[in-house]
Each structure stands twice: as structure tokens, then as C-alpha cells.
């Protein structure tokens, strides 16, 4: 029987909102594709050029929202991250790294006198 999780770390992929502020017209469109979707994990870009918002569904375990955002300020379109995808997910991996905790079962334990050289020979296994 599979044990429980409390995180599901299968879904990787999501969409990032990206504000771009050099973007005044639909002629605009053909470029930031050609920047945005040749990168990994890339799926899907939709725009809405009204409010200068970028949409971009991606695998952001291959290329983080942040890269996306580098990439169009190379570009000089003055981008800047609305939504990043993944947030969650990244969470949910900094908890689960910074909570470690396990529990043992040690046989012939007869008093708690005996804990201390558990823990002492404990300390050198990080």
C-alpha cells in the first residue's frame, strides 16, 4: 500500500503572467514568440496586448519564469513577473527540505541513559 503524501510533486507545469512594458502593438507578437517559445518546456503563449500581459504556459522545473523574463529584457521589452508558476511547487520543496525529521525504532534500549550516544553518533550523518 503507497503511504500518503501531503504534496503532490507531479504537476510541473503552469502558467507564468508577465508584464511587458515596451509592448504597443500586435506587430510585436511574431518577436516574443521567437524569443518565448524556443525554450524549454515552453507550450503554450497567448498575449493580451491591451494590458501589456504575456501569458506562458510552461514545464518551470525546464525554464523558470525568471529566465523567460531575462530573455525579453535582452530584448529590451522591459519585462517584469505579474505570476510565476511553480510557486507553489517550490514551496512545497523548501518545507519538505526544511523539515527533517525521522523516527526509529531502536531495540534494546533499557533506560534513557542510553539516548545520548544515539544522538552523539547522529551528528556527523548531515
Request: charged share 20%; glycine share 4%; proline share 4%.
Amino acid at each position: 500500500m503507497k503511504a500518503a503524501t501531503r504534496f503532490s510533486f507531479s504537476k510541473r507545469e503552469g502558467k507564468s503572467t508577465i508584464f511587458v512594458q515596451n509592448i504597443c502593438c500586435a506587430s510585436e507578437i511574431p518577436p516574443l514568440r521567437a524569443i518565448i517559445e524556443p525554450l524549454k518546456g515552453v507550450t503554450n503563449v497567448t498575449f493580451n496586448i491591451t494590458n501589456k500581459l504575456v501569458y506562458v504556459q510552461h514545464d518551470f522545473t525546464q525554464t523558470s519564469a525568471s529566465t523567460i523574463v531575462t530573455k525579453l529584457n535582452a530584448g529590451s521589452f522591459g519585462a517584469s513577473l505579474k505570476k510565476v508558476a511553480g510557486a507553489k511547487f517550490r514551496a512545497c520543496i523548501t518545507d519538505v527540505d526544511a523539515s527533517r525529521k525521522s523516527t526509529f525504532v531502536v531495540n534494546n534500549i533499557c533506560c534513557a541513559s542510553e539516548i545520548p550516544p544515539i544522538k552523539v553518533s547522529n551528528r556527523g550523518e548531515r
